[in-house]
């Protein structure tokens, strides 16, 4: 578990990342440490690795949570690309 730092509308915030693997699949669980953020996140918190790429599954039409989402997503992305380690 690690600590990741992200940028959602010009502040930074926190989240806990949790590697999860089920039935062979990569899944990072995403936890803010944010109540107000947490909630917007709410069922849309995990975001899975195939093939070595992070797959966003992000079926909202709620743009908030779209742009959250993409924040977290990209800043997962650069920290893994950095290799980091996860466990």
């Known amino acids: 578990m690690i600590s990741l730092e992200f940028m959602y509308k010009s502040r930074t915030y926190y ?3 949790r590697t999860k693997i ?3 699949e990569k899944k990072y669980v995403i936890t803010i440490m944010n109540g107000a953020l947490e909630k917007l996140l709410y069922g849309q918190h995990v975001i899975k690795e195939e093939a070595g790429e ?3 599954d992000s079926n909202t039409t709620d743009e908030r ?3 959250l989402k993409e924040s977290i ?3 997962l992305q650069k920290r893994l690309s950095a290799g980091a380690v996860f466990s």
């Open 15 to 17: 989240a806990l990342v």
């Open 22 to 24: 089920d039935r062979m």
């Open 54 to 56: 992070l797959i966003s």
């Open 65 to 67: 949570i779209a742009e």
């Open 73 to 75: 997503f990209d800043a």
